[in-house]
Nanobody, 129 residues
Framework: QVYLRESGGGSVQAGGSLRLSCAAS????????MGWFRQTPGNEREGVAA?????IRTYANSVKGRFTISQDSAIVYLQMNDLTPEDSAMYYC?????????????????????????WGQGTLVTVSS
């Protein structure tokens, strides 16, 4: 079992930066692959970035070159630079025991929350123009 808690969301102007954090807990958190997803009202959840136990990163095309995912022990970070209003969303941290399932979720056009083993509650990012 793994528990996820996101933090770091907020309001920023276009062109600015934010760093999100996702803290994992639970006795077997090390077995999980973690990633970031986002969702806006009325739309499906979409993948943003994931990192596996080897440090291999997967990014959605929409954030490549602007967002960087990293992991330090039980915390996964999402550094977001050059933000645009289109990046405004609720950002969720997700975790799964299967690396291929996480990678597929990141690349999918929409993500059913049932796809992954665990989710955090989300942190809101608002980018103003």
């Amino acid at each position: 079992q793994v528990y996820l808690r996101e933090s770091g969301g907020g309001s920023v102007q276009a062109g600015g930066s934010l760093r999100l954090s996702c803290a994992a807990s639970g006795h077997d958190w090390r077995n999980y692959v973690m990633g970031w997803f986002r969702q806006t009202p009325g739309n499906e959840r979409e993948g943003v970035a994931a990192i596996d136990s080897s440090g291999i990163r997967t990014y959605a095309n929409s954030v490549k070159g602007r967002f960087t995912i990293s992991q330090d022990s039980a915390i996964v970070y999402l550094q977001m630079n050059d933000l645009t209003p289109e990046d405004s969303a609720m950002y969720y941290c997700g975790a799964d025991l299967k690396p291929w399932s996480m990678k597929a979720a990141i690349k999918a056009p929409d993500v059913d929350p049932k796809t992954l083993d665990a989710w955090g509650q989300g942190t809101l990012v608002t980018v103003s123009s």
